[in-house]
C-alpha cells in the first residue's frame, strides 16, 4: 500500500492511498490479501458482520443459485 498526502498552499491536508503490490505467486496468500482488500472497502459501507458473511457468500459463489442471497446481504 502506497500513502500520498499532499498540503496546499491554504493548508488543506490531502490524503490518497493506493495498493501498489504485486500478486502473490501463493494462491492462499493472494485469497488472504484480496479478502482483507474486500473488507477495507466493504466493512465501512456494510459493517464488520454483514462485510464477512458477503465475503464468505462471495466465496461460496458456486453455490448460490439466485442473486437475491447476495443482495439481502448488501440491504
Do not use: W
Not at 482488500?37 to 462485510?51: H, Q
Request: proline residues 3%; negative net charge.
Amino acid at each position: 500500500m502506497t500513502e500520498v498526502l499532499i498540503e496546499t498552499l491554504d493548508g488543506r491536508k490531502l490524503m490518497g492511498c493506493h495498493d501498489t503490490g504485486v500478486p502473490a505467486k501463493n494462491l492462499e496468500e493472494q485469497g488472504r490479501r484480496l479478502r482483507q482488500k474486500f473488507m477495507a472497502l466493504a466493512e465501512p459501507v456494510l459493517g464488520g458482520s454483514r462485510a464477512s458473511e458477503l465475503a464468505s457468500a462471495i466465496n461460496d459463489i458456486e453455490n448460490i443459485h439466485d442473486v437475491r442471497q447476495l443482495m439481502t446481504i448488501v440491504r
